[in-house]
């Protein structure tokens, strides 16, 4: 297994937006802490733009992922949208299941030529899911919103949080999941930061249990399955006999790049270190070459197990978990069952 040793990483995969941290839900797991009101710091339009004319520059043009809070929750969604679109970037949309997520806006949302939704999915009953979103009715919700997304034309990807709650769920979810027709499950292993505490991810050795059902899984799906928070993940299939995906993991600063509503650049919604500020900035040159970045690419920086592991190169470990633990990215990470040796 190789691994991209350029540090500069001339081009990310994905760049997820942070458009807003408004919503209405109060999930207990929340990244950005979401409030109800938008925050005046917001990036104004014209600063949005500037931004995507930037982020033109990359070699690649990455996959744009607008996000939140809620993107719903800004009256100028529209015109955001189709500065991306209108620029070339394959544009994807994750909103928070609410009262604005409907039909109309779906469908105006493939008529602007936005290629994809994803819709989070905690739970594979309502009693589960809705607990975990604060809001009785989420789950029902996201179902009719999953269906309006597939007759609209536009793929649909399931994200789901693994923690305690659900890590019991997973083969009911992932039948779920198949009957909903997705193109992609992206499987989210709780990390502890914004609102989620330590208690609400799981062990090393539940986590390895979670990757091993879902690497037999992957075999089996006709759709793309993934995880974040767990890039050992790779390690898992490779053990198992099962192929691997080619290229290195995408995860912080490698292949990912992270805007937040204030236009904070980090490796990762979930690793909150800043690498500057956008568009004071330019958020190409800040992928390619502040020191976060290109520190966060080389593991000759990794500590503990993780800098002595075989998998150094192809995994690296979640930097995010290893952060929100011991307060240092380049720790071990405690959620790696080989890592901790347990």
Same mark, same amino acid.
């Given at each position: 297994?190789?691994?991209?040793?350029?540090?500069?990483?001339?081009?990310?995969?994905?760049?997820?937006?942070?458009?807003?941290?408004?919503?209405?839900?109060?999930?207990?797991?929340?990244?950005?802490?979401?409030?109800?009101?938008?925050?005046?710091?917001?990036?104004?339009?014209?600063?949005?733009?500037?931004?995507?004319?930037?982020?033109?520059?990359?070699?690649?043009?990455?996959?744009?992922?607008?996000?939140?809070?809620?993107?719903?929750?800004?009256?100028?969604?529209?015109?955001?949208?189709?500065?991306?679109?209108?620029?070339?970037?394959?544009?994807?949309?994750?909103?928070?299941?609410?009262?604005?997520?409907?039909?109309?806006?779906?469908?105006?949302?493939?008529?602007?030529?936005?290629?994809?939704?994803?819709?989070?999915?905690?739970?594979?009953?309502?009693?589960?899911?809705?607990?975990?979103?604060?809001?009785?009715?989420?789950?029902?919700?996201?179902?009719?919103?999953?269906?309006?997304?597939?007759?609209?034309?536009?793929?649909?990807?399931?994200?789901?949080? %693994?923690?305690?709650?659900? =890590?019991? @769920? $997973?083969?009911?979810?992932?039948? *779920?999941?198949?009957? /909903?027709?997705? &193109?992609?499950?992206?499987?989210?292993?709780?990390?502890?930061?914004?609102?989620?505490?330590?208690?609400?991810?799981?062990?090393?050795?539940?986590?390895?249990?979670?990757?091993?059902?879902?690497?037999?899984?992957?075999?089996?799906?006709?759709?793309?399955?993934?995880?974040?928070?767990?890039?050992?993940?790779r390690r898992v299939l490779h053990e198992m006999g099962y192929s691997v995906p080619e290229g290195p993991t995408v995860r912080e600063a490698?292949?990912?790049?992270?805007?937040?509503?204030?236009?904070?650049?980090?490796?990762?919604?979930?690793?909150?270190?800043?690498?500057?500020? %956008?568009?004071?900035?330019? =958020?190409? @040159? $800040?992928?390619?070459?502040?020191? *976060?970045?290109?520190? /966060?690419?080389? &593991?000759?920086?990794?500590?503990?197990?993780?800098?002595?592991?075989?998998?150094?190169?192809?995994?690296?470990?979640?930097?995010?978990?290893?952060?929100?633990?011991?307060?240092?990215?380049?720790?071990?990470?405690?959620?790696?069952?080989?890592?901790?040796?347990?």
């Amino acid at each position: 297994m190789t691994f991209m040793t350029d540090r500069r990483h001339p081009s990310p995969h994905v760049v997820t937006w942070e458009l807003t941290r408004a919503c209405a839900l109060h999930c207990r797991h929340c990244r950005a802490e979401a409030l109800r009101h938008r925050d005046p710091r917001e990036l104004s339009l014209d600063a949005i733009q500037q931004v995507l004319e930037d982020l033109r520059r990359f070699a690649h043009r990455p996959i744009m992922v607008f996000t939140g809070g809620d993107p719903l929750e800004r009256p100028d969604l529209p015109a955001i949208q189709r500065a991306a679109v209108d620029r070339g970037f394959h544009t994807a949309m994750a909103p928070s299941v609410t009262p604005r997520l409907t039909p109309e806006a779906i469908r105006e949302w493939a008529e602007r030529g936005i290629g994809s939704v994803s819709l989070s999915l905690d739970g594979a009953s309502a009693a589960v899911h809705d607990a975990f979103r604060g809001q009785p009715g989420t789950f029902d919700a996201t179902l009719l919103a999953a269906l309006a997304i597939r007759e609209a034309g536009m793929k649909l990807q399931i994200n789901s949080s %693994v923690g305690p709650h659900t =890590a019991g @769920e $997973l083969e009911a979810m992932g039948n *779920l999941v198949k009957r /909903l027709g997705v &193109s992609s499950w992206e499987v989210f292993f709780v990390i502890p930061t914004g609102r989620a505490r330590r208690s609400e991810q799981l062990s090393a050795k539940s986590i390895e249990d979670a990757l091993c059902w879902l690497a037999a899984y992957r075999s089996r799906a006709p759709f793309r399955v993934t995880t974040v928070g767990a890039p050992q993940f790779r390690r898992v299939l490779h053990e198992m006999g099962y192929s691997v995906p080619e290229g290195p993991t995408v995860r912080e600063a490698q292949g990912f790049m992270f805007i937040s509503h204030t236009g904070e650049v980090f490796p990762s919604g979930y690793l909150p270190v800043s690498a500057g500020t %956008v568009p004071a900035s330019s =958020a190409v @040159e $800040l992928y390619q070459e502040s020191p *976060l970045f290109q520190a /966060l690419r080389n &593991s000759d920086r990794l500590a503990g197990r993780c800098g002595t592991c075989a998998y150094a190169r192809t995994c690296g470990g979640s930097r995010a978990r290893a952060y929100a633990v011991a307060g240092d990215w380049a720790a071990e990470d405690p959620g790696c069952s080989s890592a901790v040796g347990a």
